[in-house]
């Protein structure tokens, strides 16, 4: 099978998986309270009549089957409602396009790190395995996994940025700093490509500690998976023969293991940088960083139901995404794996 029609296959099993979201965010919404309460604010709240006439606009006087049904039909023209009165009744897809920049741009950071981090440990822990390395490593990894991210993000705000001040306490940019053109929504590409460095790093600056603090989890999982790869391709009869013909340590375990081993972290990997989308609200509560996270708090809140139903289509479509990458990068990782 080729790549076309492996991706064309893939994006369009996304299509039932999307209704089977919808339908079950949908329902459960649904059964918390009245949709329309979303669109009222403490003066309205009182009056029947502009009450009914919400009801009536969004069909929230039929049965939830026909609701569900009007809802899919704005969902196949990408309708995903309005936003309740918290975010000021404009479309959700606007809304999520405004919040989504700043949270990719934390798992990106969050991502890079788990990966410059997470695989070199790794290795290093396979390398020197029942060494002092190991068991620093592994201690790391056990530390990283067990920490909660809330106590985790007061933590290093206090020692990092209260007590020294090495990094700023919250949000993206200082407010004296005017943001850099908007091209991507996130602060430091678009830094980057407008040339401005020193907005560049400063808004590296912001990001550090809540990427850090966002991806330590899948950093120390990504490190657990990458030691036990890396120990089973090392017994391996091909890394055997490798040494047995001269080769270096160095070139057995950089070309020879390291790329085998690193097949099933890339699942990992795209699993966890899922992960870092949908698991940001927790982190952009305790560093005031607005994005889609944050955004999906005050939607539970409102009883947004618009909102809270967008948001969790958002973060399906981006794990089978995710998992679509991962399946391609297979075949370039390992050339006995083919399409099917």
Known sequence: MKL??????????????????????????????????????????????????????????????????????????????RTGRNEGGRPVVQALMDYFPATLELAIIGMILCLLIGIPAGILSAI??????????????????????????????????????????DGRLPYSITPPPDVTGMYTFDALIAGQWDTFFIA????????????????????RMMRSSMLETMTQDYIRTARAKGLSERI????????????????????????????AVMTETIFSWPGIGRFSVKAIGATDFAS?????????????????????????????????
Not at 128 to 138: E, L, S
Not at 204 to 223: G, Q
Request: with cysteine; proline share 4%; charged share 15%.
């Open 4 to 81: 076309r029609d492996y991706v064309i296959r893939r994006l369009l099993l996304l299509i039932p998986v999307l209704i089977g979201i919808s339908f079950i965010t949908f329902f459960l919404s649904h059964m918390i309270g009245d949709p329309a309460a979303a669109w009222l604010s403490e003066k309205t709240a009182g009056q029947p009549e502009l009450v009914e006439k919400i009801r009536a606009a969004h069909h929230l006087d039929d049965p939830l089957v026909i609701q569900y049904y009007y809802y899919l039909v704005d969902l196949s023209k990408l309708d995903l409602g």
């Open 128 to 169: 020197y395995k029942d060494k002092w390395v190991d068991h620093i490593v592994r201690l790391g990894a056990l530390v990283g996994v067990s920490m909660p991210v809330f106590w985790l993000g007061l933590i290093v705000k206090y020692w990092l940025s209260y007590k020294f001040g090495w990094f700023p306490l």
């Open 204 to 223: 590296v600056r912001h990001a550090i500690l809540p990427s850090f603090c966002l991806a330590l989890i899948s950093m120390a999982i990504i490190t």
């Open 252 to 279: 057995v375990i950089l070309k020879h293991a390291l790329r085998n081993a690193l097949t099933p972290t890339t699942t990992v990997a795209g699993i966890a940088f899922g992960g870092l989308l949908s698991g």
């Open 308 to 340: 809270i139903m967008g948001f969790a289509m958002l973060i399906a479509i981006i794990y089978v995404f995710a998992n679509l990458i991962v399946d391609i990068l297979y075949v370039y990782l390992d050339p006995r794996v083919k399409y099917g």
